[in-house]
């Protein structure tokens, strides 16, 4: 009874005008950005954190989460029509949905994939709140020993899911804890790697940090790559799915949305990951797996349907155990301590 209360209370905060508008907002830029090819929700969370120092909490984490969601889903229109992926989880979307494009099949592809998008976020967000608060007590009896094996199993992580030298991630791994030691120890309360420079005795910021590494380095990537494409010139028409669509769809959005929301549930896998093995799963079971690759729709479905669902299920290990399974979730874990959450 306790968890509907405070499921009712948080549609009311969530319903208010204000709020509404915030998040469409946030959904709106969010898709404009992830259509961008290469730009995607990590790159816009972190150019548009400052955008929120003049909301409220609860505000900024509605206008945040709308423009990480909204970005997510962004991704398959340019990877439908243009066949280029407007971040990394749509890329395997790619592989169907420009096929469809060129068969003349744009409107059913983008129809399902926004409904799968729908379905496998909504879902996910029903599991989130379901989950969240027995994990979240879990987390309340947590004391120093809990704390350190969740600081080590997350360099440990860094270094699993690094692809590349094993040397390298860890490298990195101690550069993080080099850079998050800067500032007034709190312990003796003496300045710390400061190297005399008043600016950093809070530390070093995170708004800078995050839009130097992610954000204005991916825009000067992108500047230096040149692409090619054949753009789609067919009318786009059809948006919305035909029974015969959902009928072959149906099974591998409900496929993409459990498979989505346990792997976001794990740190380091995220929509890319769900994403591809949506795709495996659905090319595995097929009664056609050959088709797969000249335009199916429910090779858009389970993918497009399950990286949606990995992006909901990832509040989960944030919201309760402090986690970010991504390098979004990561800096809008950096934003929601900005804000005093």
């Not at 709106?28 to 961008?36: C, E, F, M, R």
């Not at 709140?129 to 009896?141: D, I, V």
């Not at 800078?208 to 789609?232: H, K």
């Not at 990951?273 to 090319?283: H, N, P």
Request: one cysteine or more.
């Amino acid at each position: 009874m306790e968890q509907l209360h405070n499921i009712a209370a948080g549609f009311s905060v969530a319903f208010q005008p204000a709020n509404i508008i915030y998040c469409f907002i946030g959904v709106l830029v969010g898709t404009l950005t992830g259509v961008l090819p290469g730009f995607g929700p990590v790159a816009a969370t972190s150019l548009l954190i400052p955008i929120t120092f003049g909301l409220s909490p609860v505000s900024a984490i509605i206008l945040l989460a709308g423009i990480y969601y909204g970005a997510m889903y962004g991704g398959s229109t340019t990877s439908i029509l243009v066949n280029i992926p407007g971040e990394a989880a749509s890329v395997i979307t790619c592989v169907e949905g420009y096929p469809m494009a060129k068969k003349g099949q744009a409107g059913p592809a983008l129809g399902i994939s926004a409904f799968g998008s729908l379905i496998g976020g909504t879902v996910s967000i029903f599991g989130l709140m379901l989950l969240a608060p027995p994990l979240s007590e879990f987390a309340l009896r947590f004391g120093p020993p809990e704390f350190f094996s969740l600081m080590f199993l997350g360099l440990t992580i860094v270094t699993y899911v690094s692809s590349g030298s094993v040397l390298k991630a860890l490298v990195m791994a101690a550069l993080g804890l080099v850079l998050g030691t800067v500032g007034i120890d709190t312990v003796s309360g003496s300045p710390r790697f400061t190297m005399g420079i008043k600016y950093l005795l809070d530390g070093i910021p995170l708004v800078p940090l995050v839009m130097g590494l992610f954000g204005i380095s991916e825009v000067l990537v992108n500047l230096e790559t040149t692409i090619r494409a054949e753009i789609y010139q067919k009318e786009i028409k059809n948006l919305l799915p035909t029974l015969k669509d959902w009928s072959v769809s149906i099974g591998a959005i409900l496929r993409g949305t459990v498979c989505g929301f346990f792997l976001g549930l794990l740190p380091g896998a995220g929509p890319v990951i769900a994403s591809f093995t949506s795709y495996a799963v659905e090319k595995r079971i097929s009664k056609y797996p050959e088709k797969f690759g000249t335009g199916v729709i429910e090779g858009i479905a389970g993918p497009e349907t399950a990286n949606n669902a990995a992006a909901q299920s990832a509040f989960v290990p944030l919201l309760t155990l402090g986690i970010p399974s991504t390098p979004a979730i990561a800096i809008l874990l950096g934003a929601f301590i900005i804000h005093g959450i």
